[in-house]
């Protein structure tokens, strides 16, 4: 039995990648995980009950509230209560803002704002009518305050996300329910075939100071450590897993060891 036992969750956008991996870790620390994707999260829902571990589908797209809101009905109906929520469902196009498709642009900023404030809306009632707290994670991206050109919707939706998730805790904390945010660096997940190809994608992952990208298992674990009922005093907070990505790393701030330096 791990730390999760008895408890419920739902994982947004958990088909693939990030998401899948966790609702793999919950599962694996004794969650009952609800797996919400646009399409039957297969996949994911195989690996769980192949590790041993619980798991339910719950298919609806985050930016229809009205099915949001049933998702969460339908979790309570089955297992009488929801104790873990992870908002992980993204989208995004890349493209300069004064020529990007509108269309586009918009669905960015619906599946990635809308998207976890209606889940977030969603399971904080539901939480809140149990009376027995609650962890939520929103997985976020430095894109939230790293203005990075030609992802204008992702950036400002990112940014969104992180007043959304730091005014839910000061709101949420009277009834201790946690929320907190993850900012995963650059990760390895079939997302980012979209717009890198793999030798792409292995020459800019050397040249982070890790030396790689991230796997979706190692952001996970983040996830899982500030669901885990022993973070109870970790509310309101951002947690960075880049492998420090956003520390300076450029050549010219490296400082060589000289033959003729003077050691302490």
């Not at 609650?134 to 430095?142: D, F, Q, R």
């Not at 998730?165 to 946690?178: D, F, N, P, S, V």
Request: one cysteine or more; aromatic letters at 8%; glycine letters at 10%.
């Amino acid at each position: 039995m791990g730390q999760l036992a008895d408890k419920v969750a739902i994982v947004t956008g958990a088909a693939r990648g990030i998401g899948a991996a966790c609702a793999s870790g919950l599962a694996a620390q004794g969650a009952h995980v609800f797996v919400n994707d646009i399409l039957e999260p297969d996949e994911t829902l195989a690996a769980i009950h192949a590790a041993g571990g619980s798991a339910s589908a719950a298919v609806a797209d985050v930016t229809d509230r009205a099915a949001v809101e049933r998702v969460v009905q339908d979790v309570l109906a089955g297992y009488g209560r929801l104790d873990i929520l992870v908002t992980n469902a993204a989208y995004s196009d890349r493209e300069l803002f004064y020529r990007a498709d509108l269309d586009g642009f918009e669905k960015t900023i619906d599946v990635c704002m809308w998207g976890p404030f209606n889940f977030l809306r969603a399971a904080s009632k539901a939480m809140i009518s149990q009376g027995n707290g609650g962890s939520i994670v929103c997985i976020s991206s430095p894109h939230a305050f790293k203005a990075i050109p030609g992802a204008m919707a992702y950036n400002m939706a990112k940014a969104a996300v992180d007043q959304m998730a730091r005014t839910a805790a000061c709101e949420l904390a009277e009834y201790k329910i946690r929320v907190n945010i993850v900012h995963p660096g650059w990760t390895n997940t079939p997302g980012e075939r979209k717009f890198f190809h793999e030798s792409e994608l292995a020459e800019k992952g050397s040249q982070l100071p890790w030396g790689r990208l991230a796997e979706p298992e190692e952001i996970a674990r983040g996830v899982v450590f500030l669901c885990d009922p022993a973070s109870d005093y970790i509310n309101g907070s951002t947690l960075s897993i880049d492998g420090g990505a956003l520390l300076p790393h450029e050549q010219m701030f490296r400082v060589k060891d000289r033959p003729d330096a003077h050691h302490a």
